[in-house]
């Protein structure tokens, strides 16, 4: 049982938009930062979003984050096929210390 | 251009060791906290360790503390896992993953990962 809640999978059509949640705690999601991250089967996690809502260079603005107290959600906007993959959040549990990291179980989207 | 890359990983026997390592390149490694995440087979990513740019200050996760030892060499750019007593459910991908900043922390996010190296746990 992941100590982040995300749904186990989502669906839609490409051009479409779907949203991605992420569900903790005061402890974990409320007072640090989250991230999210993209895992395509046989290569490396990627880093999508950090710190809520800031693209690293080279991430398409098709891609989006947000936060608002203990939840935080991924947006896609204009789905391709290439977008099928697990999606991760990710952040600190401070119960435990700033070090200490925290993922949701993963989020499979399915570009139908 | 960054990288990381894992290697060490192998088959070993219920209650054996085994010692991963993580070339970094491309970075000021001593300038960034360096972390282990797993994948084991089915399962989403798990957090297992957490070293600070320095090496002073280290993490582990509940399922490996007591097993296994995070370290790592500046002068060499590599980052290290001891594992021992593996168990079973130790089988993973296991990945090293760069920290935005030296001090470990989930500011910044975890940048940039390796390909991952496969650790096998037999009976």
């Known amino acids: 049982q992941s100590v982040l809640t995300q749904p186990p999978s989502v669906s839609a059509a490409p051009g479409q938009t779907v949203t991605i949640s992420c569900s903790g705690t005061?402890?974990?999601?409320?007072?640090?930062?989250v991230s999210w991250y993209q895992h395509l089967p046989g290569a490396a996690p990627k880093l999508l979003i950090y710190d809520n809502d800031k693209r690293p260079s080279g991430i398409p603005d098709r891609f989006s984050g947000s936060k608002s107290g203990a939840s935080a959600t991924l947006g896609i906007t204009g789905l391709q096929t290439g977008d099928e993959a697990v999606y991760y959040c990710?952040?600190?549990?401070?119960?435990?210390?700033?070090?200490?990291?925290?993922f949701g179980g993963g989020t499979k989207l399915t570009v139908l | 251009e960054v990288q990381l890359l894992e290697s060490g990983g192998d088959l070993v026997q219920r209650g054996g060791s085994l010692r991963l390592s993580c070339a970094a390149s491309?970075?000021?490694?001593?300038?960034?906290?360096m972390n282990w995440v797993r994948q084991a087979p089915g399962k989403g990513l798990e957090w297992v360790s957490v070293?600070?740019?320095?090496?002073?200050?280290?993490y582990y996760g509940d399922s490996v503390e007591g097993r296994f030892t995070i370290s790592r060499d500046n002068s060499k750019n590599t980052l290290h896992l001891q594992m021992n007593s593996l168990r079973a459910e130790d089988a993973a991908v296991y990945y090293c993953?760069?920290?935005?900043?030296?001090?470990?922390?989930?500011?910044?996010?975890?940048?940039?990962w390796g390909q991952g190296t496969t650790v096998t746990v037999s009976s």
């Open positions: 990710g952040t600190s549990e401070s119960s435990l210390s700033a070090g200490h990291w925290v």
């Open positions: 993953a760069k920290g935005e900043f030296a001090v470990p922390a989930a500011m910044g996010g975890l940048g940039v």
């Open positions: 005061s402890s974990n999601i409320g007072n640090n930062y």
């Open positions: 070293i600070s740019g320095s090496g002073g200050r280290t």
């Open positions: 491309g970075f000021t490694f001593r300038d960034h906290a």
